[in-house]
């Protein structure tokens, strides 16, 4: 069953770029790494979580990130050109957590890389999107930005909803470095949005915000409840104590 399974993807794996642009070695190593690992037990669960969305090979995270590290790790001396097309290919394979071990390795090398890259991280936000890699890549996006805004205002008036909320999460944990003014235009500009995702976005910028400036999240919230969708005002006070 193994064999079979590891045909496949390395079938998959050759169509997927040009054999000159990508390692296929690499991809054809990890799959065997995580075809070891799986436990088909578990994909229905993990399917399930994910709304049957997309294929799991049923390894768990910790299982994962075991099972990808030291092939991770040999890709120290690579530049940001070769992570972003391995992260590319691996985003294109079927099951999820292949474009989970893109992550690990996007956040494991995130210092190689820089503004210019953030639309070729744009991109695969709007491929196979779902929270999950979503905000994954917003804060790998956040940590490449460093308290500056490259490609943000435009991300927030991009026509795919996944890219509005890297704009509005990408300074989660700026603490005193988060752009204020910034951070509230942008939750009042996407405020009438009716989408789950957008209005929890909102609040869950606003919530982690708080942590830092409670009274400035309490005074925005409050002087802007009737523009706020519920949701996005009951997660932004969420953890702030009454006036």
Same mark, same amino acid.
């Given at each position: 069953?193994?064999?079979?399974?590891?045909?496949?993807?390395?079938?998959?794996?050759?169509?997927?770029?040009?054999?000159?642009?990508?390692?296929?070695?690499?991809?054809?190593?990890?799959?065997?790494?995580?075809?070891?690992? @799986?436990?088909? *037990? &578990?994909?229905? +669960?993990? #399917?399930?979580? $994910?709304? /049957?969305?997309? !294929?799991?090979?049923?390894? @768990?995270?910790? *299982? &994962?990130?075991? +099972?990808? #590290?030291?092939? $991770?790790? /040999?890709?120290? !001396?690579?530049?940001?050109?070769?992570?972003? *097309?391995?992260?590319? +290919?691996?985003?294109?394979?079927p099951e999820r957590e292949y474009q989970h071990v893109a992550l690990d390795?996007?956040?494991?090398?995130?210092?190689?890389?820089?503004?210019?890259?953030?639309?070729?991280?744009?991109?695969?936000?709007?491929?196979?999107?779902?929270?999950?890699?979503?905000?994954?890549?917003?804060?790998?996006?956040?940590?490449?930005?460093?308290?500056?805004?490259?490609?943000?205002?435009?991300?927030?008036?991009?026509?795919?909803?996944?890219?509005?909320?890297?704009?509005?999460?990408?300074?989660?944990?700026?603490?005193?470095?988060?752009?204020?003014?910034?951070?509230?235009?942008?939750?009042?500009?996407?405020?009438?949005?009716?989408?789950?995702?957008?209005?929890?976005?909102?609040?869950?910028?606003?919530?982690?915000?708080?942590?830092?400036?409670?009274?400035?999240?309490?005074?925005?919230?409050?002087?802007?409840?009737?523009?706020?969708?519920?949701?996005?005002?009951?997660?932004?006070?969420?953890?702030?104590?009454?006036?």
């Amino acid at each position: 069953m193994q064999a079979l399974f590891l045909r496949h993807h390395k079938s998959a794996i050759s169509t997927i770029m040009p054999v000159s642009s990508t390692d296929t070695a690499f991809l054809s190593r990890l799959t065997s790494a995580l075809a070891a690992a @799986a436990n088909a *037990e &578990r994909a229905p +669960a993990m #399917r399930a979580y $994910l709304r /049957e969305q997309f !294929d799991c090979l049923g390894v @768990a995270t910790p *299982e &994962r990130r075991a +099972a990808g #590290r030291p092939l $991770l790790s /040999e890709l120290k !001396d690579a530049g940001a050109e070769k992570l972003i *097309e391995h992260a590319h +290919a691996l985003w294109r394979l079927p099951e999820r957590e292949y474009q989970h071990v893109a992550l690990d390795m996007l956040a494991m090398y995130w210092e190689k890389l820089n503004s210019a890259h953030i639309p070729a991280l744009l991109e695969l936000a709007q491929i196979k999107s779902w929270w999950d890699t979503v905000d994954g890549l917003s804060g790998i996006i956040g940590d490449i930005l460093r308290y500056q805004h490259h490609y943000m205002d435009n991300a927030l008036r991009d026509n795919n909803m996944w890219v509005r909320r890297i704009a509005l999460l990408h300074q989660l944990g700026w603490c005193d470095k988060t752009d204020e003014q910034r951070l509230l235009n942008y939750c009042l500009t996407l405020a009438g949005e009716k989408e789950f995702f957008i209005q929890k976005a909102i609040g869950w910028a606003l919530r982690d915000y708080a942590r830092y400036a409670p009274d400035a999240v309490r005074i925005f919230t409050r002087e802007q409840k009737e523009r706020l969708a519920p949701l996005s005002f009951r997660e932004a006070n969420k953890h702030l104590a009454p006036d």
